[in-house]
């Protein structure tokens, strides 16, 4: 199993990056995906998750600004962040859950200045 996440980038306050993640090594459609970050000396924290039926979850401090899709063709999650604040500030992450192991792509790197 394999993730791949990119679009990360450099924005300012109040802009928008849209973050995706191609999974491969699994039946894509059957899981349940999800977003973590990583703010420099904080715990990562779950922030979205797209269930296999597209149920969606978000953190408290995301809701409202972020959305998480899915396209089962293209074996690809995305994390559209609109109004992003300099606390969205982190390292992004994509992680499935896959015969009882975390699988996690290499996090891409969101910076959002004031």
């Known amino acids: 199993v394999q993730l791949q996440a990119s679009g990360g980038g450099v924005v300012q306050a109040g802009g928008s990056l849209r973050l995706s993640c191609i999974v491969s090594g699994l039946s894509f459609s059957f899981y349940t995906m999800n977003w973590y970050r990583q703010a420099s000396g904080k715990q990562r924290e779950l922030v979205a998750s797209i269930s296999r039926g597209s149920i969606t979850n978000y953190a408290d401090s995301v809701e409202g600004r972020f959305t998480v899709s899915r396209d089962n063709a293209k074996n690809t999650v995305y994390l559209q962040m609109n109004d992003l604040k300099p606390e969205d500030t982190a390292v992004y992450y994509c992680?499935?859950?896959?015969?009882?192991?975390?699988?996690w792509g290499q996090g891409t790197q969101v910076t959002v200045s004031s």
């Open positions: 992680k499935v859950l896959y015969d009882s192991r975390d699988y």
